[in-house]
Each structure stands twice: as C-alpha cells, then as structure tokens.
C-alpha cells in the first residue's frame, strides 16, 4: 500500500510540474517512515533538505549524514505472525492447567483402584482372586490414560521425599557435586526444614502439586529457580556513584573494605545517560559527574573498577543505566578482559611490551599518557591501571587474548539496568526508539550466546529475577522480553521440561 501511494505521489508531481520526461529516481519525493529509527527515507529526505537550503541560501550546511540508496520497510520487533505471543502464552497455560486436572483425575482413579486391590488382598473374600484380576485388568486399562512422565513422577515421589528428609540434599551443577544442609536449627534448637513437602497420600495430589507448583529447582519453577537459597554470599549492596571514575572508586574501595564480597552497584550521571560526552556546553557542564559517576571512555571504566577482580567470584557490579547500556556494557566487558591481561601481563613479566606501546602511542606522537587522578585509596592495588590507554590485544598475541576473553565472558558476573519501555513511557531518558532499543538487546545476547554450550540460560524470561552467573540485561520494563527477537538470531533460551 505504502509503495503504491509513492507512486501515485510521484505521478500527480509530475503531473504538476509537467515533468513527463524526468525519471522517477529525481523526483524531490522521498517514502518515509518517520516512526522508525534511522530510516532510510527520512535521512535522504533530511539531506535532500540541507542541500537545497543551502544551495539557495549559501549557508555551509552541508550535512555529514550518509545516506542510502535503501527503500523504507517497516522493521518489526516481533514477527507478524507472532504478534499473539503473549496470547498463545496464556492460551498455553489454560491449556496445561485442563491437561493437568485432568492427569490428576486419572492418578487419582488409580489410587482408588490400586487401594481397592490391596483391601482385597489383605482380606478373605470369596471369589477374591477374579476380583482382583479384574481390577488389575482396568487399573492397566486406566493407566494408559496416565502420561508416561507423570507416571515416572508418582514413581519417583518417595524417593523425592526421601531426599528432602535426608540430612544434606545433594545435586550437581555443571558436574560439580553441591550438598546442602536440608533443615536450619533456631535458636531453641527446633529444626525447621529448609523445603517442606506436602504429606499428600493420594496420587492425584500428589501429581496436581508437583504439576502445578513442586520444589524449587525444579518446573514450573514456581518455588524459585534454584534448588536452594544462596547462603555464602555476603548480600550487602554497596552503591556508589559521584563525580569523576577516581572519586566513585574510592568510595567503591571505602564500603567494600574488609567485606569478603564486593557487590557494587553504580549510579551514572544524566550526562552518561544520554549517550554525551563531558563537555564545557552550560546543559552539559552542570550535570556531569552530578548525582551519579561520569563515564565517557574505557578508560574511565577501567579507573572506575580498578583494583577489583571483576571476575573474581565473589565480585558482581551491577549497572544502573538504559539508553547506552550495550555501550556501558561493552566498557564493563572490556575493563574486565584487560584486568585479566595485565594479570597475565605481570605472571609472565612482559611489562616493558606494555611501557614499549605506550611509548609509541603517546610519547611519540607528543600526547599525555592517561593516568588515575590522586592516591591510590586504601585496598586498591592498581589492578586495571597497567594498560590505561591501551587494551590487552594491543600487547598480546591474538591467540592469547581471545583465550583470556573467552576464559573472562564465562566468570565476570553482573547485571546491566536496560528498562528501555519504562523510559519510553515515564522517565524519558530514551537515545534511541523502543523497537531498536529492543534489537539492540537481542545483539547484546549474542555475546553471551556462545557460553550457553556451559549450561548457562543467559536469557531470563522476565525481569526483576534472580541474579545469574554472568551478564545479564534486564528486560524492558520488567515485562516478558519477546523471545521471537532472541530466536530469530540463533538463541535457544531453554524450555522447561
């Protein structure tokens, strides 16, 4: 429809101008889609315009904007045909909810039925051996009616509870053998079980609830998504976010002295939020480094984090920002790749390759080499510091360095705010449109994509969940992120089973 109106446009301007001869392509008619980030049709209309303008005025406006040859088309987030999704979603769910009433009627069918032939065998009736044959008879004709996993569930229901009753609870991770003590004691030294089963009898029940809800750990993940809460981690939130990278980080180092975890969590100043860099404009100059840290640069992340692990386990940083956070995401990625470097760096005294480029990247061409600003505060050792103004690839072997990354995207741990429909409906600070905000984050998956082959689901259904092992972005607006934009650049976010 959209190329037919063009079309027509374009025959009634000629029309109008009596411009039989001249080609469509000359035409100062431009199809645009103005609701669309960066459309091709409105950047060469924008340029068409600033030439014009400045051909009949004389003004320098020549504009830098390249344009292309493109024709508009709408980009959709999610796929016409799934545009239901969240419909589907809930059609899915009615659908398991009838499914699972009705498994329960038939396992409770079969607990009468398993009940009755006991009661028969225990007692002395006469004719008794056909009356049990014939409800064995129709308790395997009913049984068909049983999935094969719910019957592999009611098999395993004692065992289960069995496990639960046990002292320590065992299960592995990625191979790794986890124990973990089943019941607390308080201090009137009652034991309190950590995860209470029902005392269900009857198989319906007991299918209907493990359906329906079961323990955490386990699908439909209504308990929680792991097993057990996590216990060995100091969960103090240590928040931090003025002026310059040098102040915040001594404010970092200052609320994380002696604590066995460092969980920091950054605020970024309205500057960073909006994408600009620091500068003397009077809109600009006031705000920076004004209730949150002004980031401008790798270099100002790597002075911001200096002197913490960032992949140490017992680290996380967590991230409050929207517009740019694949761009802060990518400053976080890179600080931590290069910490990483610089240890190698100084394991295998290779200093003076890192004094050698920083020789000829600055002193050569007459530039100032860049440095942390003030002391070094308390519990700082200067980790991150070794290759300001350079990265780890700039010295390194490329086989060594991408090791070291592929070895760092797998252990750094942290949380990136990216609460694009929140700040498209309320707080406002937007730098680019929802749908490519949105496509934006599927790209920024793909970063991580590759670590999901460990058994990491890097992709968390709805935001506000429970923090995972490695990075994770939080989904806009805490709603469902549209899996359909995940899958369509290779993500298979797992399913429950």
Not at 199 to 218: A, F, I, K, M, S
Not at 311 to 330: D, E, F, Y
Request: with cysteine.
């Amino acid at each position: 429809g959209a190329e037919d109106a063009l079309r027509d446009v374009k025959k009634q301007y000629k029309r109008n101008h009596s411009l039989w001869q001249t080609a469509d392509d000359a035409l100062p008619v431009y199809g645009t889609i103005a609701s669309q980030f960066n459309d091709p049709g409105v950047n060469r209309l924008y340029r068409a315009v600033m030439e014009t303008v400045a051909a009949r005025t004389g003004a320098d406006l020549q504009p830098h904007l390249a344009a292309s040859d493109e024709v508009s088309e709408k980009i959709y987030v999610i796929p016409p045909r799934r545009v239901r999704y969240l419909s589907e979603i809930a059609e899915k769910i009615r659908q398991y909810n009838e499914w699972t009433a009705d498994q329960a009627q038939t396992a409770n069918r079969l607990y009468g039925i398993r009940q009755a032939i006991e009661t028969l065998r225990a007692g002395d009736w006469e004719d008794k051996d056909r009356l049990i044959k014939q409800m064995e008879e129709l308790y395997q004709q009913v049984s068909l009616e049983l999935d094969r996993r719910n019957q592999a569930i009611l098999e395993k229901w004692p065992e289960k509870r069995a496990r639960y009753a046990a002292d320590e609870f065992v299960y592995k991770v990625r191979g790794r053998e986890i124990r973990v003590p089943t019941q607390t004691e308080t201090l009137s030294h009652t034991r309190i079980p950590k995860v209470a089963l029902p005392r269900y009898e009857g198989w319906g029940d007991v299918l209907r609830w493990t359906l329906q809800e079961n323990v955490p750990g386990e699908f439909p993940y209504t308990a929680g998504v792991f097993p057990f809460k996590r216990t060995a981690e100091d969960p103090t939130r240590m928040f931090a976010g003025e002026g310059g990278p040098e102040r915040t980080n001594r404010r970092f180092h200052y609320v994380s002295l002696g604590m066995p975890a460092k969980r920091l969590s950054t605020a970024f100043d309205s500057v960073t939020l909006y994408g600009e860099d620091p500068a003397y404009r009077p809109d600009i100059y006031g705000k920076v480094g004004n209730s949150g840290v002004s980031i401008a640069s790798l270099d100002d992340a790597k002075k911001l984090y200096s002197g913490f692990n960032l992949c140490h386990p017992t680290t996380s940083v967590s991230m409050t920002i929207n517009g740019p956070a694949a761009t802060m995401l990518a400053f976080f990625m890179n600080t931590a790749v290069d910490q990483q470097c610089e240890l190698y760096i100084k394991e295998h005294n290779l200093e003076h390759l890192v004094e050698a480029k920083l020789k000829e990247t600055y002193e050569e061409r007459g530039l100032p080499r860049p440095q942390y600003h003030g002391d070094l505060p308390e519990g700082n050792d200067g980790l991150g510091l070794l290759l300001l103004g350079l990265t780890g690839d700039m010295v390194l072997p490329r086989d060594v360095y991408e090791e070291i990354k592929a070895k760092t995207l797998t252990a750094v741990r942290g949380t990136v705010q990216a609460d694009i429909l929140k700040e498209d409906q309320a707080q406002n600070t937007c730098i680019f449109s929802t749908e490519f905000s949105l496509r934006l984050m599927g790209d920024v998956r793909g970063l991580s994509h590759p670590l999901q082959a460990r058994g990491e689901d890097r992709v968390p259904r709805a935001g506000g969940g429970p923090p995972l092992r490695g990075p994770r972005v939080r989904d806009p607006g805490g709603v469902r992120f549209p899996l359909p934009v995940l899958r369509s650049r290779g993500h298979r976010p797992r399913q429950p089973a």
